[in-house]
């Protein structure tokens, strides 16, 4: 320690050492940042995908069942996979993955090429998702594993913000192959700022592929994965298809679909930070509290959503209730396996993106048979059955996570 008047001030080595920490952890951010807006970007492109390549909205959405399939797969065999390698050249790797994929998704001829690009995605997605909130936990002190672990999960958020919103605008302005294009381009500059910032990270010891399954063993962590299975089922049953919800229910065009998608981004980041400090405390409480708006807004947008007014209500409800979800239930897994910290996440992430294409399939095999509301059914009562399960949930070892 320094003295500058009579008051003590971290040495210069310290201050850089955790500068270093934390612009590594800003470089994670951009890498989740990016995996879900290459994952999401069919999310407002739905319609003229299916025009172009001659699908069913329906089917369209399997280029988002597809991505979180191979994602959810490859999250925890990748962890396994990787033994002590350097994780900056890991995730250096999984966006050169990411870049491919995209630029296969902007040039497909067929959805057969489309789906074949969006596996590329959805593995560097699962790799991505793996690592990311336990290589946070690795570059800051521990005092500081919430706010870091709040910033890396802000990359979703600022995802369904500037990503998902801006490739809506994008595609409807330039056509959405122009979409798939720039998110390759932002692999790109995010693969650089990850090898200029992110310092070298490697674990004290390689998991194998059992021992990650074995965690499944504690009741604390099974709790939790069985929250998120049903609780991002039902989300993205319901989500997928909101572009071609909310052209019906309220009759609005690409533009302003845009714009609330942007509204609701930007709560979403608010939700991700507001959710961040709770979650570390309590998660389980914090995700039940969240879970009670998110299921009333999207239960309740089919039938108020044709006022504007209301659907920029329900979307900012939606908004913040979700954009805590992944930061809550991260830090829930956590808790639950505090001693093993990327195995748990490797099986949160890969939990998380089987539930994203089960709900993206459901919600469209529903939407097809019965129509785009029905999906919003469906997905509200999957969250409600998340809710149920996270608040019955009463045993000694959920007492742990401080309720």
Known sequence: MTQVQGIASPAPAARDSALRGWLGVVAVTGATFTAVTSEMLPVGLLTPISGTLRVTEGAAGLSLTATGLVAAFSAPLITAALGRTDRRLVLC??????????????????????????????????????????????????????????????????????????????????????????????????????????????????????????????????TALVVVAFLVTGHFAAYTYIRPLLEKVTGVGASTIGTLLLVYGIAGVLGNFGSGTAGVRSPRRTLITISIPLAGAVLLIP????????????????????????????????????????????????????????????????????????????????????????????????SKLRR
Do not use: C, H, K
């Open 303 to 398: 039938m108020l959503g044709g006022s504007l007014w209301l659907a920029v209500v329900l979307m900012v409800a939606w908004g913040l209730s979700y954009g805590g979800v992944s930061v809550t239930t991260q830090n829930w897994v956590f808790a639950a396996a505090p001693d093993a910290r990327e195995a748990a996440s490797s099986l949160n992430a890969g939990v998380f993106n089987a539930a994203i294409a089960l709900g993206a399939s459901v919600g469209g095999r529903t939407a097809d048979a019965f129509g785009v509301t029905s999906a919003m059914w469906l997905g509200g009562a999957l969250v409600l059955a998340a809710l149920t399960i996270a608040a019955a949930s009463r045993s000694s070892e959920a």
């Open 93 to 222: 790797v999984l966006l050169a993955v990411l870049t491919l994929g995209n630029l296969g998704a902007a040039w497909a001829p067929n959805f057969g090429v489309m789906i074949g690009a969006r596996v590329l995605i959805g593995i560097g997605i699962g790799g991505v998702w793996a690592i990311a909130a336990s290589m946070a936990a690795r570059l800051v002190p521990a005092r500081s594993i919430g706010p870091a672990t709040s910033l890396v999960y802000s990359g979703v958020a600022v995802a369904s913000v500037i990503g998902v919103p801006a490739g809506t605008y994008l595609g409807a302005i330039a056509g959405w192959r122009a979409a798939f294009l720039v998110a390759a381009g932002l692999a790109v500059v995010v693969l650089v700022a990850t090898a200029a910032l992110l310092p070298r990270s490697t674990v004290a010891q390689a998991v194998p592929l059992r021992e990650v399954l074995r965690l499944t063993r504690r009741p604390p962590l099974r």
